[in-house]
């Protein structure tokens, strides 16, 4: 029951949260130039070493398995077809988001969950300062502009990292792969993985930022945010996906 | 002027405040007394809406600060300044960015303004040479200075100090002291300061108030302290007394 109740509390606060967001974007001149800059760099170059490192592996992990699946029902010919179509829609923005959401979702719950236990949020209010506009608009909008841009780079790595896979797994040359995604290609999976991938952004950043406006004090306080924004925000992201999808591609 | 007016508040089933009645006129320099837990801190987060009564009501410029909109709210903590008891200093930024933000964010004033009034209060609490640290470098009592600079940097009417000489050497102790005599007595600031430092209670005080049980339980002029019955009160200021006595 408490459980119960405590859902439907943090949901509450959560919708609020979205709501002053949204207002905040009024503001949106004071955050545009240093802070919102600030926010872009921690983030992309933050998780960029992690999103290709993924990449890389999922590119060759997929390639490898298309040929298993396909073998004797798909010309081969169409794995790169088949690859960048599930990488541009699906894993590129979704297995950058739920990398991302571990770093930059659990740093985000322990910074402002921190200035919430040091009253440095107190401190904000004290001064007439909106700490929803001076914490949370920077990071939502860096979000939603640096998930974009990784998963580009995840894609991009995923892309070149399974034509080298499926050379050598599936004696699919780089220029017949290369030659089959372009035949196939369609702006709508760049497109929609993209603004999937905003979206993420979105998320993660806002219920990075719920989790540590949520902070309770003591010991373990930043701690349980930390790890309540990273599981929260994974749930959201996958459950976005599926209702993106069908949005965009039924 | 502040008022509040019966204020009670609890957290679950504790009850912190039962019916606090307290009148701070403008310009006086107000010092509350109480045993730690008693809710001074508690009490004076009302005073800037950080905390919202549970029954009750807490006047501010003859506005009642709970029932206002955010915006409004805004404007009236712009007059208040207040030194946090854990100085609550933005990890993030140096100690000049620290105590500009005030003014950065009112976005008034311009570059050089700012950086001349930043260095002015700084002085004040001897910390000039601290501009570049990070907060993460500096002492408790520095940090504990920052904050009050801080809450000085705005020119504010009022100011709510809570603890702001514990931790602090008792040399520099005797500054701040000197400072908030000061700006109370030549710019006419109205204080509120929350202590356990008798010592300077008794120097900056015009009016001292003693919180516990939830309430006000004395509440008397500097000038007559020493006439008060009440035990819990004499306890605080015997220290001192004894301390006169070896003098
Ligand atoms: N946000 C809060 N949530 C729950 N309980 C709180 C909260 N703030 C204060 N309390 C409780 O209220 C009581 C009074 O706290 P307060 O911080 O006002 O004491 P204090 O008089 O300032 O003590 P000290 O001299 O140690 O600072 C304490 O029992 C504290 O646990
Ligand atoms: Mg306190």
């Known amino acids: ?43 992309f170059f933050g998780s960029v070493p992690l999103v290709i490192l993924t990449a890389l592996f999922s590119g060759l992990v997929t390639t490898v398995q298309i040929g298993y699946y396909g073998r004797g029902y798909v010309p081969m010919d169409y794995v790169g077809v088949a690859l960048a179509k599930m990488v541009m829609i699906e894993l590129g923005p979704v297995l950058s988001a739920l990398i991302v959401a571990g770093r930059i979702g659990a740093g985000i719950a322990a910074e402002i969950g921190t200035m919430r236990v040091t009253e440095q949020i107190d401190s904000l209010e004290c001064m007439g300062i909106d700490p929803v506009r001076f914490l949370v608009l920077p990071r939502v909008l860096a ?42 290609f369609v702006p709508l999976d760049l497109w929609g993985g993209l603004i999937k991938a905003s979206v993420f952004g979105f998320i993660i950043t806002i219920v990075g930022s719920h989790w540590g406006f949520a902070t309770e004090k003591g010991a373990t306080g930043v701690g349980k945010s930390t790890t309540n924004a990273v599981v929260t925000s994974s749930l959201f992201i996958i459950f976005a996906d599926y209702i993106l999808t069908v949005m965009i591609y039924r | 002027m502040i008022e509040l007016i019966d204020v009670h508040k609890s957290f679950g089933k504790k009850q912190v405040l039962r019916g606090v009645n307290l009148r701070i006129p403008a310009g006086e320099c107000l010092v509350i007394l109480g045993r730690s837990g008693a809710g001074k801190s508690v009490l004076l987060k009302h005073i800037v809406g950080l905390i919202q009564p549970d029954r009750g009501r807490v006047i501010v410029e003859g506005v009642d600060i709970n029932r206002i909109p955010e915006s409004k709210l805004y404007k009236i903590r712009k007059n208040i300044g207040f030194v946090f008891q854990g100085s609550a200093l933005f990890d993030s930024m140096s100690v000049f960015d620290n105590v500009a933000l005030p003014l950065v964010e009112e976005g008034l004033l311009d570059e050089s303004e700012i950086r001349r009034r930043v260095m002015e209060v700084l002085e004040l609490v001897e910390l000039q040479e601290a501009l570049n640290l990070m907060p993460s470098e500096l002492s408790g009592g ?61 120097r900056i005080a015009d009016r001292i108030v003693l919180l516990s049980g939830g309430i006000i339980k004395v509440d ?16 605080f200021i015997k220290v001192f007394k004894m301390l006169k006595n070896i003098e």
């Not at chain 2, 002291?177 to 010592?199: M, Q, R």
């Open chain 2, 142 to 202: 520095m940090r504990k200075r920052v904050a009050i600079a801080r809450a000085l940097v705005a020119q504010p009417k009022y100011v709510l100090y809570d603890e702001p000489t514990t931790d602090i050497d008792p040399i520099t102790s005797e500054r701040i002291n000197d400072l908030i005599i000061e700006l109370n007595t030549d710019v006419g600031v109205t204080s509120v300061v929350v202590t356990h430092d008798i010592h300077s209670t008794l």
């Open chain 1, 1 to 43: 029951m408490n459980a119960f109740l405590r859902f439907f509390e943090h949901l509450g606060m959560g919708t609020i949260l979205l709501w002053r967001t949204l207002k905040s974007f009024r503001e949106i001149g004071k955050v545009l130039k240093h802070p919102l800059w600030e926010q872009m760099d921690i983030m």
């Open chain 1, 143 to 184: 979000g939603v502009i640096v998930l974009p841009l990784l998963t580009i780079v995840a894609e991009f790595i995923a892309i070149v990292s399974s034509s080298i896979a499926a050379k050598f797994y599936i004696g699919v040359p780089a220029y017949i792969y290369f030659h089959g995604l372009r035949l196939f």
């Open chain 2, 220 to 235: 008397v002029k500097r000038e007559h302290v020493w006439e008060v019955d009440d035990p819990e009160f004499q306890e």
